[in-house]
């Protein structure tokens, strides 16, 4: 099951639309932003009363 979340990319500030897995509990990936095209690493935990946590962060600042 796929949930579209909102996200600021931390290089450009606008705004992206993710799908989050929520049958995962922790995943870390990296996906591109959609408007200036460079790699946003997401950290996503699915806590246990269903909200959703998003880390976005650049390659830079870990
Ligand atoms: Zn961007």
Redesign the pocket.
């Known amino acids: 099951m796929l949930d579209p979340h909102i996200i600021d990319?931390?290089?450009?500030?606008?705004p992206?639309e993710i799908l989050i897995d929520r049958s995962v509990r922790e995943q870390q990936y990296i996906e591109d932003?959609?408007?200036?095209?460079?790699p946003?690493m997401l950290g996503v935990s699915v806590e246990e009363d269903g909200t959703t946590q998003v880390r976005a962060s650049g390659e830079n600042d870990a």
């Open positions: 990319c931390p290089y450009c500030g606008e992206i932003c959609q408007v200036c095209c460079r946003i």
